[in-house]
T-cell receptor, first 116, second 118 residues
């Protein structure tokens, strides 16, 4: 069982729809990540939150809007997406520990998103 | 910017045999971390093994071990006694320590699809 839970597992939406992806972890991790992964390709980092504040935005289009309402929850709000945004969206989390720098990321199962 | 190269798009191995997956990387940094992640068809990325660049000793985790050659910037993964459950896509990943934080961006290789034959 994964310790990072993502919902929904699958999502089909039209280009004019608004939807949200949800990610939850209860491991006490204070860094959370969104990745986009196309089929048979490596994940590409989109956003990183540390202590509920956005710390990295990899020049992601504004139609993707992340939100970290508390230390356990990470959302990705979607609006006016394009067909090329169809992909697997992975959430990950890791500890933020002063003086201990090697904190591996734990991934969820992902949300498979299809844009019609 | 760092780059990670996995030169083997696909590999296959017989059950119970040993297989080695290759990974090279390019960096000007002296301190960094390297990881191997496994992604089965179930989609979840699972950490297999990690290596701190300042450690000369190669990391091992049960049937998984690495051959870390810092000067050659090489980080290969050896899977011993391969099992059917090892079939997956394997990604090599690099994490820079620039910025001094314990979190940050992973740079992934393109991945190697491993097939295990019974």
């Amino acid at each position: 069982d994964t310790e990072v839970t993502q919902t929904p597992k699958h999502l089909v939406m039209g280009m004019t729809n608004k939807k949200s992806l949800k990610c939850e972890q209860h491991m006490g991790h204070r860094a959370m990540y969104w990745y986009k992964q196309k089929a048979k390709k490596p994940p590409e980092l989109m956003f990183v939150y540390s202590y509920e504040k956005l710390s990295i935005n990899e020049s992601v289009p504004s139609r993707f809007s992340p939100e970290c309402p508390n230390s356990s929850l990470l959302n990705l709000h979607l609006h006016a997406l394009q067909p090329e945004d169809s992909a697997l969206y992975l959430c990950a989390s890791s500890h933020v520990v002063r003086g201990r720098r090697n904190q591996p990321q734990h991934f969820g199962d992902g949300t498979r998103l299809s844009i019609l | 910017a760092q780059t990670v190269t996995q030169s083997q798009p696909e590999m296959s191995v017989q059950e119970a045999e040993t297989v080695t997956l290759s990974c090279t990387y390019d960096t000007s940094e002296s301190d960094y971390y390297l990881f191997w992640y496994k992604q089965p068809p179930s989609r979840q990325m699972i950490l297999v093994i990690r290596q701190e660049a300042y450690k000369q000793q190669n990391a091992t985790e049960n049937r998984f071990s690495v051959n870390f050659q810092k000067a050659a910037k090489s980080f290969s993964l050896k899977i011993s006694d391969s099992q059917l459950g090892d079939a997956a896509m394997y990604f090599c990943a690099y994490r820079s320590l620039a910025g001094g934080t314990s979190y940050g961006k992973l740079t992934f290789g393109q991945g190697t699809i491993l097939t295990v034959h019974p």
